[in-house]
């Protein structure tokens, strides 16, 4: 058995990652799942926060995703993002302002709202806050 399989990240506006890799970890929306060579076949859905890609040797890589799709195929591992990035890259100010104004049109009352999108705004901050707060309590600064 292979030690490695190949890994992509791709969003709709780019490939934000692509190469090999000894292991990824992955926020499912039944929960995290860990994919190794010889996984088996699998489609999957995403749910916005983090993804860990561990390379050959341990070196690991943080991104983010904003939801999306994992497919595991024999020999390479694909992730379909509706937006990605690396999570180092990741502004925790305006992923903080975006939650208050999510946060802030549920309680104006006086305005009409669209639950649906002010509820995938405000999961989508939260997501991206929780991937700095583990990359920050990861490298022992948190």
Known sequence: MANSFKCEIVSAE????????????????????????????LLTELQPGPIRVIHDGGQEENYYVSGGFLEVQPDVVTILADSAA??????????????????????DKSAELDYTRAAAELAEAVAQLRTIQQLRKKAGKG
């Not at 292991?23 to 799942?33: E, F, K, P, R």
């Open 86 to 107: 690396r999570a180092k890259d990741l502004d925790e100010a305006a992923a903080d302002e975006a939650r208050k104004h999510a946060l802030k049109a549920f309680n």
């Open 14 to 41: 780019e490939g934000v990652f692509s190469g090999q890799v000894e292991q990824l970890v992955a926020s499912g929306i039944m929960g995290d799942l860990g994919i190794l060579p010889g996984h088996a076949p």
